[in-house]
């Protein structure tokens, strides 16, 4: 196991329509973290999970957005009746809680809503 | 709540040279971790260097390491003979001990190494 993976990389998607991004963590890892990059920012928290419970949801994850983790193992992000202002990169992150607190990231999935 | 500040939007530096990147934070936390993750053009964000609040000692990672001022809430990045594969965005980021779990990040420096 080399790292945290997503899929897919890119994605574009008319207004509207809904999309699901899948991560894959570290093995290992029991934490899962959601966030959400616009172009010159930092990234923003969405949500997190430990295992397979989702134990925080940022306001900034509308009713649109939903996300599960079955099995405490890969995570997805599904966006419904997206907006152009979804247009971002989606990071992925994993940790192993009580070891240490350095979330690994993925490469991202860039959505373009057009 | 927390807060991360990073003042430098952009900087350059020649090759081989010296450079440091600010940041400063706020927190209520007493347990906190401190990191700088580097985000290469188009690539995945990957961690340079962390550093546990309750350590008073700087942490250093080869040629990167941090100047962490507790007391004043800054924690700067210095990079030693810097080169090219340096070039990235770079982010400072906070996460406390227990509680809040997820990473707080500043608006980041772009870093451009120059031949």
């Known amino acids: 196991d080399t790292g945290v993976s997503q899929n897919p990389r890119h994605k574009i998607t008319k207004r509207g329509q809904n999309v699901t991004f899948r991560c894959d963590p570290i093995?290992?890892?029991?934490?899962l973290y959601w966030y959400r990059q616009t172009l010159g920012q930092g990234p923003e928290f969405l949500t997190y999970?430990?295992?397979?419970?989702?134990?925080?949801k940022s306001r900034l994850l509308s009713d649109r957005f939903s996300a599960e983790r079955p099995k405490g193992s890969f995570s997805t992000l599904e966006i419904q009746r997206t907006e152009q202002g979804d247009s971002a990169m989606y990071l992925c992150?994993?940790?192993?809680?009580?070891?240490?607190?350095?979330?690994?990231f993925g490469p991202g999935t860039r959505l373009l809503v057009l | 709540a927390q807060t991360v500040t990073q003042s430098q939007p952009e900087m350059s530096v020649q090759e081989a040279e010296t450079v440091t990147l600010s940041c400063t934070y706020d927190?209520?936390?007493?347990?906190?971790?401190l990191f700088w993750y580097k985000q290469p053009p188009s690539r995945q964000m990957i961690l340079v260097i962390r550093?546990?609040?309750?350590?008073?000692q700087n942490a250093t990672e080869n040629r990167f390491s941090v100047n962490f001022q507790k007391a004043a809430k800054s924690f700067s990045l210095k990079i030693s003979d810097s080169q090219l594969g340096d070039t990235a965005m770079y982010f400072c980021?906070?996460?406390?001990?227990?509680?809040?779990?997820?990473?707080?990040f500043g608006t980041g420096t772009r870093l451009t190494i120059i031949p």
């Open positions: 992150a994993s940790s192993l809680k009580g070891v240490e607190e350095t979330q690994y």
């Open positions: 093995s290992e890892h029991n934490r």
């Open positions: 999970f430990q295992n397979e419970a989702q134990l925080e």
């Open positions: 927190t209520s936390e007493n347990n906190y971790y």
């Open positions: 550093q546990e609040a309750y350590k008073q």
């Open positions: 980021a906070t996460i406390s001990n227990f509680g809040n779990e997820k990473l707080t």
